[in-house]
């Protein structure tokens, strides 16, 4: 009978429902608010450039007239978070990379919100390309940056406080290096002062890790680097006291996370380093380096030897000599061999293939004559194996009579220029032509004494740096060349003495 009742009970409910929703009308009204349609009047695809402001407005067409923008409140977000509450968006990327931007209008009558939907942007680095300067003022250690933009040249200067929370970057600067890290690229600094030599990030000149604190079992005793090189297997640093350390790379490491190594590298008959050669070792996938104690020209090949005991490691020797079958011209100077009765100036090589090969060329005084020569050969790197392919003919240095105790030299690797600093106040300019040889020809004379020289990879651009804090951007082309004067590009002046510039990314655009 229980069971009967509830049964009932339940019918006579569900009944009184169906009947109660026969009786609704259903007429409901709907708050429509004050409709306005969003949307981004761009012809291709949304991109920011870090530290330069970018406005963004979006398209508004309001459907109920009389309408503003004051009618609405405004957010915008970045990836989810609150970036604004402002109607347009003026926008300062920080970091590259991809985000996402939803714009949202909140009808203030009705708290309705209306939205254009996710917007995908594009944030570049503006520090990727262009010259980055190293430049000591009031005792402390900087970098510029200068890029050429479409309606000119932008100077940003004192970059790294700007970048660090205003922390200074150290003390008597001495090279500044551009280089590939896995991922993007990276910004190497030496320097005695301070915290020491740093590398940074190359999108944002972020500091990423201080050499001194990278040393597997700790710092070595007496370390003062004076140079360094970066390459795709393996870096080198110079210390002052001519010894080398090493850092290896493994498959695709993480950037700035692989260690120095604090045991120096040593050779057969030792060696102190004087000279570390610029040479674009990602082609040619091995380094010059001149040793003070033995007199000699060494190489290390950059592809590592992998050692079952030792692991991957470096093959440094000296050159091997011309193969016998090709003539050596008379006088020739023997890479392969000390350079013995040759106090040695200056190396590094031009026409770097993909690879394959490159001239090398070093310039030594003979000491019984004090007469100055220019040598050079040709060098293979093929299937690993390397070898001196041609010996060059040795050249009497015909710019001898400028070089002093400070002069610089760049090699213009693609054409075989070789520019250099000169005169007993080191403010000529001057270039040779190794290929061809022939009389060295001056380009300028500067207000100042010239402390850095460095070459864009076309070819076409010199950065010239003075130790009055000047920046001088030149135009090397052969038609600037052959119009007998020097043809300015760019100058940038205020930095305090330029300690060195570097190529950001291989392109001065």
């Not at 040619?284 to 050692?307: G, I, P």
């Not at 079952?308 to 020739?332: E, N, Q």
């Not at 004090?370 to 003919?393: A, D, K, S, W």
Request: aromatic share 12%.
């Amino acid at each position: 009978m229980k069971t009967s009742n509830i049964f009932r009970l339940l019918l006579i409910t569900g009944l009184f429902l169906q009947l109660s929703c026969v009786k609704d009308t259903s007429n409901f009204d709907y708050v429509k608010g004050n409709p306005v349609k969003l949307s981004f009047d761009i012809t291709s695809a949304l991109v920011a450039v870090i530290d330069e402001p970018l406005d963004i407005v979006p398209k508004r067409e309001f459907e109920v007239a009389g309408k503003t923008i004051n009618d609405y409140d405004h957010e915008w977000y970045q990836d989810g978070k609150l970036l604004s509450k402002d109607a347009d968006l003026v926008y300062l990327g920080s970091k590259p990379g991809y985000v996402m931007l939803n714009y949202y209008m909140i009808d203030k009558e009705t708290g309705l919100r209306f939205e254009t939907g996710p917007v995908t942007m594009t944030v570049i680095s503006p520090y990727e390309t262009g010259w980055v300067v190293l430049y000591e003022k009031d005792g402390e250690s900087e970098i510029a940056h200068i890029r050429k933009t479409p309606t000119g040249y932008r100077d940003q200067l004192a970059l790294y406080k700007d970048k660090n929370n205003g922390e200074s970057l150290g003390s008597h600067p001495l090279r500044i290096k551009d280089y590939y890290v896995n991922g993007g690229r990276g910004v190497g600094i030496i320097q005695q002062g301070g915290q020491g030599s740093v590398e940074l990030s190359g999108f944002n000149y972020e500091k990423r890790l201080v050499v001194n604190e990278s040393f597997v079992g700790g710092r070595p005793a007496g370390l003062n680097p004076v140079n360094a090189g970066f390459y795709e297997t393996a870096d080198l640093l110079v210390n002052d006291d001519g010894k080398l350390y090493a850092r290896l790379f493994q498959t695709n490491p993480i950037a700035f996370t692989v260690p120095w190594l604090n045991i120096p590298l040593e050779v057969s008959k030792g060696m102190k380093i004087k000279h570390l050669w610029d040479v674009q070792s990602g082609y040619t996938m091995y380094t010059v380096m001149y040793d003070e104690l033995n007199n000699r020209l060494l190489y290390a090949s950059l592809k590592l030897v992998q050692n079952i005991t030792f692991g991957a490691t470096l093959k440094i020797d000296t050159f091997p000599p011309p193969p016998v079958y090709l003539p050596v011209p008379a006088g020739y100077i023997n890479p392969s061999l000390p350079l013995t009765g040759y106090d040695y100036i200056w190396g590094g090589t031009f026409k770097d293939d993909l690879i394959v090969s490159s001239n090398p060329v070093f310039i030594v005084r003979e000491q019984a004559t004090g007469e100055v020569y220019l040598q050079p050969f040709t060098f293979m790197n093929l299937m690993g194996i390397q070898t001196i392919h041609t010996p060059g003919m040795k050249q009497t240095f015909t710019g001898k009579q400028y070089l002093n105790a400070n002069t610089k030299f760049v090699a213009i690797k693609t054409r075989s220029f070789l520019f250099f600093s000169g005169d007993a106040d080191n403010k000529g300019l001057y270039y040779y032509d190794v290929s061809i040889g022939g009389a060295t020809k001056k380009y300028h004379t500067l207000p100042a004494s010239i402390t850095a020289l460095t070459q864009s990879e076309d070819g076409q651009q010199l950065a010239v740096g003075l130790a009055d804090g000047t920046v001088i951007l030149y135009d090397i082309s052969s038609q600037s060349l052959l119009s007998g004067g020097p043809v300015e590009l760019h100058r940038l002046s205020g930095l305090g003495r330029i300690a060195d510039i570097s190529l950001r990314g291989g392109s001065p655009q």
